[in-house]
C-alpha cells in the first residue's frame, strides 16, 4: 500500500500498513486485523489524540508500574507490529520484561514475535511457557515462570476480557491500554488508559522518566487520587462531545 507522505489520515494509514505486513510475515491474524478496525473506529471518534482523562490515566499508570515490584508488559502480534520498538523503550525505563501471550497461540508465531523484538536488541519471555493461571481453559492460560507467573502487575494493551479478567483473579493488578472505553478489559483493569498504543506508551515512558524522581508516598497519593470508573465515563463523555 502507498503510503501519502502528507495526509490528514496518513497515522492511522501507516498502522494499517503495519497491521497488514504483520499479516504477510504471520505476526497478526485475521482477528488481529479486525481488532485493528475496532480500534481504528473508536481512535476517530476520539479525534485520534490523547485525550485528557488519558493523560490523568498515563500518570497514574506510571505510578502503579513505577510500585510494582515486579511488573511485566504482555505484548500479542498486533502490540509487536504498531509499538514494538516504543515498548522496548517503556521495558527499559521500568527495568521490566516484557512476554508474549497470544489468543491463538502457536510456536511459530510466538518465535517469529521474539525474532522481531530481538532486532531491537531485547529478548522476551512467554516462547513455550509452562505455568498455568487458574480460571481460564485456553493456551492462553500459560505464563513464563520467570515473567506473569511472579509478576505483581501486568501491562496489557489490545487484550481481551476474559484475561484481563484473569489476571485480576490471580492477584495482578493490570495496567490497560485500550480504546474502547466500553471494553471489558478497560473495566477490568486498575488503571485503564484509553487512547492509541501508538501514543501511549512513548508518553507512559516519558511520564515514568518524570516520576522515577518521587518518593513512594507520592505515588500513592497520584493512585488515590485516581478513579478507573470515574475516569473512564470522562472518556465516554469526550466521544459524545466529540460527535
Ligand atoms: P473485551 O473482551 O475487552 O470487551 P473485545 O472483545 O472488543 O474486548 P478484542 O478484539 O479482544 O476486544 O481486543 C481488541 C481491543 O483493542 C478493542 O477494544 C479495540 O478497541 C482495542 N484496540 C484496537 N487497536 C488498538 C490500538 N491501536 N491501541 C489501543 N487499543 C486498541
Redesign the pocket.
Given at each position: 500500500m502507498k503510503i501519502p507522505k502528507k495526509h490528514p489520515r496518513s497515522k492511522s494509514l501507516i498502522?494499517r500498513h503495519k497491521i497488514e505486513e504483520g499479516m504477510k510475515k504471520g505476526i497478526v491474524t485475521p482477528t488481529g486485523m479486525?481488532?485493528?478496525g475496532?480500534?481504528e473506529a473508536?481512535d476517530y471518534l476520539l479525534g485520534e489524540r490523547t485525550i485528557a482523562p488519558a493523560q490523568k490515566a498515563i500518570k497514574a499508570a506510571a505510578a502503579l508500574l513505577l510500585l510494582a515490584k515486579f511488573p511485566v508488559i504482555s505484548v500479542n502480534g498486533?502490540t509487536t507490529v504498531?509499538c514494538g520498538n516504543e515498548t522496548v523503550a517503556l521495558a527499559k525505563s521500568l527495568g521490566c520484561e516484557i512476554e508474549v501471550n497470544l489468543f491463538y497461540r502457536s510456536q511459530k508465531r510466538e518465535k517469529l514475535i521474539e525474532k522481531e523484538f530481538q532486532r531491537s536488541g531485547v529478548g522476551i519471555l512467554g516462547v513455550n511457557p509452562k505455568k498455568k493461571l487458574k480460571g481460564i481453559s485456553s493456551k492462553r492460560a500459560m505464563v513464563d515462570a520467570k515473567g506473569i507467573w511472579k509478576s505483581d502487575c501486568v501491562l496489557v494493551?489490545?487484550?481481551?476480557?476474559?484475561r484481563?479478567e484473569v489476571l485480576r483473579k490471580n492477584g495482578k493488578k493490570v495496567v490497560a491500554?485500550?480504546?474502547?472505553p466500553l471494553?471489558?478489559?478497560?473495566k477490568k483493569g486498575n488503571i485503564t488508559i484509553i487512547?492509541?498504543?501508538?501514543r501511549a506508551v512513548p508518553l507512559l515512558t516519558k511520564e515514568i522518566r518524570k516520576l522515577k524522581k518521587k518518593n513512594d508516598s507520592e505515588l500513592r497519593r497520584i493512585i488515590k487520587g485516581f478513579n478507573n470508573n470515574k475516569n473512564l465515563r470522562q472518556c465516554v463523555n469526550c466521544i459524545k462531545k466529540g460527535v
Amino acid at each position: 500500500m502507498k503510503i501519502p507522505k502528507k495526509h490528514p489520515r496518513s497515522k492511522s494509514l501507516i498502522e494499517r500498513h503495519k497491521i497488514e505486513e504483520g499479516m504477510k510475515k504471520g505476526i497478526v491474524t485475521p482477528t488481529g486485523m479486525i481488532a485493528q478496525g475496532r480500534g481504528e473506529a473508536f481512535d476517530y471518534l476520539l479525534g485520534e489524540r490523547t485525550i485528557a482523562p488519558a493523560q490523568k490515566a498515563i500518570k497514574a499508570a506510571a505510578a502503579l508500574l513505577l510500585l510494582a515490584k515486579f511488573p511485566v508488559i504482555s505484548v500479542n502480534g498486533n502490540t509487536t507490529v504498531l509499538c514494538g520498538n516504543e515498548t522496548v523503550a517503556l521495558a527499559k525505563s521500568l527495568g521490566c520484561e516484557i512476554e508474549v501471550n497470544l489468543f491463538y497461540r502457536s510456536q511459530k508465531r510466538e518465535k517469529l514475535i521474539e525474532k522481531e523484538f530481538q532486532r531491537s536488541g531485547v529478548g522476551i519471555l512467554g516462547v513455550n511457557p509452562k505455568k498455568k493461571l487458574k480460571g481460564i481453559s485456553s493456551k492462553r492460560a500459560m505464563v513464563d515462570a520467570k515473567g506473569i507467573w511472579k509478576s505483581d502487575c501486568v501491562l496489557v494493551m489490545l487484550e481481551d476480557g476474559d484475561r484481563t479478567e484473569v489476571l485480576r483473579k490471580n492477584g495482578k493488578k493490570v495496567v490497560a491500554i485500550d480504546l474502547n472505553p466500553l471494553s471489558r478489559t478497560a473495566k477490568k483493569g486498575n488503571i485503564t488508559i484509553i487512547d492509541n498504543c501508538t501514543r501511549a506508551v512513548p508518553l507512559l515512558t516519558k511520564e515514568i522518566r518524570k516520576l522515577k524522581k518521587k518518593n513512594d508516598s507520592e505515588l500513592r497519593r497520584i493512585i488515590k487520587g485516581f478513579n478507573n470508573n470515574k475516569n473512564l465515563r470522562q472518556c465516554v463523555n469526550c466521544i459524545k462531545k466529540g460527535v
